[in-house]
C-alpha cells in the first residue's frame, strides 16, 4: 500500500465517522452527506488519468475508498459514478457534469440523427442507483464494419427517458432504463471494450463485496466476544470457535483474490484472469460469511435494526454484480480451455510464451 493509498484511507474513514451511518436495514435512503462531502473533497472523481485532465491515482486508489465506505456500511455510488461512469467517460475525453452518474452496458441499444440532434434508443437494465443517478453514462458496442465502442451520455429526467426501477434488499435503486428518442449530452468514441468494462465493475464489486465480509467478521467476533451464555463468552464455546475460524478464513480468502487482482491490474499482465478467480471467490464465499454471521448472532441478527444485516444483505445484492459466479466461473475455464492458457500459470499469476491469442468470445453479458 502506498502512502497515498493509505492517506485515502484514513480520509475516508474520519469523513464517514465523523458524519455516521444509519445502518437499519433497509436503508430508508442513500447517504447523501457522506457523499456530498466525499464530493467536496475531490474523491467521487479520483482515478480519471492525467492525459484526461484528472490526477493520475491508480483503480488500487479508487478501490481503497470503495472498501472503506463498504466497510462502514456507507451507501453511495461509488462504483457507479467514479470507478465506471466518470472512468468510461473520460475515456471518450467527456467529464460529466452530473453530481450523481451511473453506468451501463447498452448491448442493445444504438444512437441515430434526429432534426440535426444526436438521440439514443435502447434498453439498459440492472442499472445500479437508477432511481438517483442524474446521468447514465452509457457504452456501446462497436457499429457495424467499425472498430472500437462508443459512449453516450444521457439525462436521466430528460424526454425519452423511461426508468423502471425497485429496491434491492439493501435499499438501494436498481432498475431498467428505456431510451425513446432521447437526447443525446455527449457521444464519442472510447477505446473501452465490453470486456473491460464489466472486468473493471466485477472488481469493484468484488472489493466492496470482501470488505462487507469483513465487516460481518468483526461484527461477529466482536458479538461472540462479549455475550455470555452459560456463564461464559460464546467465544469460548468450541463450535463457536469453529465457525469463527472459517469465517476468518473464508474473509482473509477475499482479501487475497482481491488484492491479488488489483495488483494485476496496475501490470503489463492481462489481468482478466485475476479479476474472474477474485469474482469467483468472492461470489462464492458470500454465502457461507453470512450464514456464519447470522448463525453466531442468532436470532438478533435478523432484526432491521441491527448493523449486521446491512452487511450480509450486501453480500447477497454485490456477489452478481458484473456477473455471477457461474459467469466468471465459465470465463475462467474458457482462458484455460479454448484460449490455451496453462493451469499453472493460472495457479501461480504467471503468463507463458506459449499462450494463444485470446478468442473472441463474448463474455460481456454476465
Not at 465506505?69 to 473520460?90: D, F, N, S
Not at 461484527?219 to 455475550?227: G, I, K, Q, V, W
Request: net charge negative; aromatic share 6%.
Amino acid at each position: 500500500m502506498s502512502e497515498f493509498t493509505a492517506e485515502l484511507i484514513s480520509a475516508t474513514t474520519s469523513m464517514i465517522d465523523r458524519i455516521g451511518v444509519d445502518l437499519q436495514t433497509p436503508a430508508r435512503g442513500t447517504d447523501s452527506a457522506i457523499w456530498a462531502q466525499l464530493d467536496a473533497a475531490g474523491f467521487t472523481t479520483i482515478g480519471i488519468p492525467e492525459t484526461a485532465g484528472g490526477d493520475g491515482a491508480t483503480l488500487a486508489d479508487v478501490l481503497a475508498i470503495v472498501a472503506v465506505a463498504a466497510r462502514r456500511g456507507a451507501l453511495t455510488p461509488l462504483i457507479e459514478h467514479t470507478v465506471l461512469a466518470h472512468w468510461l467517460a473520460a475515456s471518450a475525453g467527456h467529464t460529466p457534469a452530473a453530481a450523481t452518474a451511473s453506468a451501463a452496458v447498452g448491448h442493445s441499444c444504438s444512437v441515430r440523427s434526429l432534426d440535426g440532434a444526436t438521440v439514443l434508443n435502447g434498453t439498459v437494465t440492472d442499472v445500479a442507483y437508477a432511481g438517483d443517478a442524474d446521468t447514465l453514462v452509457v457504452l456501446l458496442p462497436p457499429e457495424p464494419g467499425a472498430e472500437g465502442s462508443s459512449v453516450a451520455t444521457v439525462a436521466m429526467s430528460g424526454p425519452g427517458v423511461t426508468i423502471t426501477a425497485e429496491a434491492d434488499p439493501i435499499g438501494v435503486s436498481i432498475g431498467d432504463v428505456t431510451f425513446e428518442d432521447a437526447p443525446v449530452l455527449f457521444y464519442g468514441a472510447a477505446p473501452v471494450s465490453l470486456d473491460e468494462f464489466v472486468r473493471r465493475g466485477a472488481l469493484a464489486y468484488a472489493a466492496a463485496t470482501t470488505a462487507a465480509a469483513a465487516a460481518v467478521h468483526d461484527h461477529t467476533l466482536r458479538y461472540a466476544s462479549e455475550r455470555t451464555q452459560f456463564g461464559r463468552p460464546l467465544a469460548k464455546f468450541q463450535a463457536v470457535q469453529q465457525r469463527l475460524a472459517q469465517l476468518a478464513a473464508l474473509t482473509t480468502m477475499m482479501e487475497i483474490a482481491v488484492d491479488t487482482a488489483t495488483a494485476a491490474d496496475d501490470t503489463p499482465e492481462d489481468p482478466y484472469v485475476a479479476t474472474a478467480a477474485a469474482k469467483v471467490v468472492t461470489a462464492m464465499s458470500a454465502q457461507p460469511v453470512a450464514a456464519a454471521g447470522h448463525q453466531i448472532h442468532g436470532a438478533i441478527g435478523t432484526t432491521s435494526e441491527h448493523p449486521l444485516g446491512r452487511f450480509t444483505t450486501s453480500l447477497w445484492s454485490w456477489r452478481d454484480r458484473h456477473g455471477s459466479e457461474s459467469f466468471w466461473a465459465d470465463a475462467l475455464a474458457s482462458r484455460i480451455l479454448d484460449d490455451g492458457v496453462d493451469v499453472w500459470d493460472v495457479v501461480v499469476g504467471t503468463r507463458s510464451t506459449h499462450d494463444e491469442t485470446p478468442t473472441t468470445t463474448d463474455r460481456s453479458r454476465p
